[in-house]
């Protein structure tokens, strides 16, 4: 069993991953590995598997991901079929908080035992107002995300659930009563 989380930046797909991972002691955080640089106040195993481009590409020949993709140019990001098994033997649900292709590619292989949620922003207007008020990016960086923002959104019928996020509390009640079910549904 395994549940993912997707939707395009600035959507509010961690916040809502966040409430789920208090409210459920039943599930567990599936960390991604990268090869982007550590940030100062980051853990290695704890927010991401950094590894080097060479460890990644290696993992990538020994097919030891559930998904992975390149998402810049040189930066790789994907989800260990080690770090699912990790909590698989905790007897726990692994959390998936990952990009729209990777989540399609982690429903495809797991179609029976996946629940896939789809955390839409209100509009592409209120992501651009999320992403200036964040002020991390370049105004071309910014164009960039919007525009890759619209192009997931065409993808969120791929998907069980789909949340729209205008209001947090609402959006992460909701996501709450989606996951109680399938979590009721399929207990071992």
Same mark, same amino acid.
């Given at each position: 069993m395994l549940i993912i989380i997707t939707a395009p930046s600035g959507a509010g797909k961690t916040s809502i991953t966040r409430y789920l991972l208090q409210r459920f002691p039943q599930l567990e955080f599936s960390v991604s590995a990268a090869t982007r640089p550590r940030r100062p106040d980051e853990k290695d195993?704890?927010?991401?598997?950094?590894?080097?481009? %060479?460890?990644?590409?290696k993992?990538?020949?020994? @097919?030891? $991901? +559930?998904e992975w993709e390149m998402v810049y140019e040189g930066r790789y990001y994907g989800t260990l079929k080690s770090e699912l098994k990790r909590i698989s033997d905790l007897n726990k649900v692994p959390v998936?908080? &990952?990009?729209?292709?990777? +989540? &399609?590619?982690?429903?495809?292989?797991?179609? %029976?035992?996946?629940?896939?949620?789809?955390?839409?922003?209100?509009? &592409?207007? @209120?992501?651009?107002?999320?992403? %200036? $008020?964040?002020?991390? @990016?370049?105004? %071309?960086?910014?164009?960039?995300?919007?525009s890759k923002a619209a192009y997931e959104i065409s993808f969120r019928h791929h998907f069980n659930k789909i949340i729209v996020n205008d209001d947090l509390n609402r959006?992460? +009640?909701? +996501?709450?009563?989606? &996951?109680?079910?399938f979590l009721r549904k399929h207990h071992r």
């Open positions: 195993g704890v927010d991401y598997y950094f590894l080097s481009l %060479e460890e990644f590409q993992k990538i020949q020994h @097919e030891e $991901f +559930a998936l908080d &990952i990009d729209v292709k990777g +989540a &399609i590619h982690v429903q495809e292989q797991y179609p %029976e035992e996946s629940l896939s949620v789809f955390v839409q922003p209100p509009s &592409i207007e @209120e992501l651009k107002r999320r992403l %200036e $008020f964040r002020a991390t @990016e370049s105004p %071309e960086a910014l164009q960039d995300r919007l959006a992460c +009640a909701e +996501a709450g009563e989606t &996951i109680g079910e």
